[in-house]
T-cell receptor
């Protein structure tokens, strides 16, 4: 299994440009999510999906769009990039463990985005 | 709302020293608690977890005990190695069954030979 894969690893955008960060998983997990990591702030949830066709907002959704047409893929779209979106973006997928009422999450390697 | 607070870093230790990284949380109900580790240039890896009060999670010599009375989940290791140098994140997953993780701000550990 490749686990959770993300592309690209690095990206530089100019203010106002749009782009899509790709995320894919081959573990047949229903739950997928996007986080951003900023210095001194840990990771914050942007959007998440509990299954194909179902998405919802996290803590910091503004400026980002998501869709989930398949179980495997969960792309994150930046509509009009701003310098405040300079960050490291992590995708995660997870499965539910009923015996402990917990999701086990697996993270991708991250995409480092710089907006100038 | 739910939140996680970690001790500020960076933490600098000599090899074989004892490590404690403090983590406290605020949550309703009975959350699950996690420690994740991020090595330089890499993504997050689950280090250990505990899903109910008094559980002890352990992995690679690291331990943490879920203390509901003090709302804490402190990470400990008896003898750190240079290879333990990384950023450590405490996180909680609320009992509302949505899978969302709330992270602390992360603590950088540097171990010197």
């Amino acid at each position: 299994n490749a686990g959770v894969t993300q592309t690209p690893k690095f990206q530089v955008l100019k203010t106002g440009q749009s782009m899509t960060l790709q995320c894919a998983q081959d573990m047949n997990h229903e739950y997928m999510s996007w986080y951003r990591q900023d210095p001194g702030m840990g990771l914050r949830l942007i959007h998440y999906s509990v299954g194909a066709g179902i998405t919802d907002q996290g803590e910091v959704p503004n400026g980002y769009n998501v869709s989930r047409s398949t179980t495997e893929d969960f792309p994150l779209r930046l509509l009009s990039a701003a310098p405040s979106q300079t960050s490291v973006y992590f995708c995660a997928s997870s499965y539910y463990v009923p015996s402990v009422i917990t999701y086990e999450q697996y993270f991708g390697p991250g995409t480092r985005l710089t907006v100038t | 709302g739910n939140s996680v607070t970690q001790m500020e870093g960076p933490v600098t230790l000599s090899e074989e020293a004892f490590l404690t990284i403090n983590c406290t949380y605020t949550a309703t109900g009975y959350p699950s608690l996690f420690w994740y580790v991020q090595y330089p240039g890499e993504g997050l890896q689950l280090l250990l977890k505990a899903t109910k009060a008094d559980d002890k999670g352990s992995n690679k010599g690291f331990e943490a005990t879920y203390r509901k009375e003090t709302t804490s989940f402190h990470l400990e290791k008896g003898s750190v190695q240079v290879s333990d140098s990384a950023v450590y994140f405490c996180a909680l997953q609320g009992s509302s069954n949505t899978g969302k993780l709330i992270f602390g701000q992360g603590t950088t550990l540097q171990v010197k030979p």
